[in-house]
Each structure stands twice: as C-alpha cells, then as structure tokens.
C-alpha cells in the first residue's frame, strides 16, 4: 500500500507563499488521483483540491481557488501544492491523500499522509 509523506510547511507572513510536498513510497503512484486537505484546531477536516493520475486536470475548493496550485511529478513520484497570497485562514495542518477515484476522490481515499502545519501569521 501506498505510504505518503508530507514536507514544507512552517510559518509565514499573511500574503506569502509555500509549496508543500507529498512523497509516496509506492511504484504505483502514477495510478493514483492525489488530494490534499486540511484541518484547522477545532475543525473538521475539509477538501482542498485534487488533480487527476496524469496531472492534466485538477479541481479545488471555492476558498483556495485561484490562489492555490497542485501538481505532480509522476517520475519523482511526488505532488505539490503550491500556496500564494496565504491568508490567517490557512493556517491548518495540511494533509496529502491517495485515492482510485479522482471526481470521488473525498469519498474514497486509500492512504493520508501525516500531516505538515502551516501557519500563517497576520
């Protein structure tokens, strides 16, 4: 089964920027839809974006888009989640996940990564 490993997080100024990275053990990643959530203290955790096996599609949640970008790498077996104009808002624990679906992918995740903080001070 695939293992997911989350890097990049930290802390930074409102209106600043962070890639988040998300390495998966697994030969077999390029098979798999990629998402990322987060969960804020005293929050659930909540959908941020997703992107297809391949890479060339991607859809994210009203209150990241335009701001936020995922990629992957297939041959380094990574994706990315690129975050600009960061907000106080942001401020969560950022979670990567590996699902078969990629449209389903909240209803069907097979591996969560461990999570990386972000903090976004205003």
């Known amino acids: 089964q695939v293992q997911l490993v989350e890097s990049g997080g930290g802390l930074v100024q409102a209106g600043g920027s962070l890639r988040l990275s998300c390495a998966a053990s697994?030969?077999?990643?390029?098979?798999?839809?990629m998402g990322w959530f987060r969960q804020a203290p005293g929050k659930e955790r909540e959908f941020v974006g997703a992107?297809?096996?391949?890479?060339?599609?991607?859809y994210y949640a009203n209150s990241v888009k335009g701001r936020f970008t995922i990629t992957r790498d297939n041959a380094k077996n990574t994706v990315y989640l690129q975050m600009n104009s960061l907000k106080p808002e942001d401020t969560a624990v950022y979670y990567c996940?590996?699902?078969?679906?990629?449209?389903?992918?909240?209803?069907?995740?097979?591996?969560w990564g461990q999570g990386t903080q972000v903090i976004v001070s205003s």
């Open positions: 697994a030969r077999t990643f390029s098979s798999y839809a």
């Open positions: 996940a590996a699902s078969n679906r990629y449209r389903g992918l909240r209803d069907d995740i097979i591996t």
């Open positions: 992107i297809s096996w391949n890479g060339d599609s991607t």
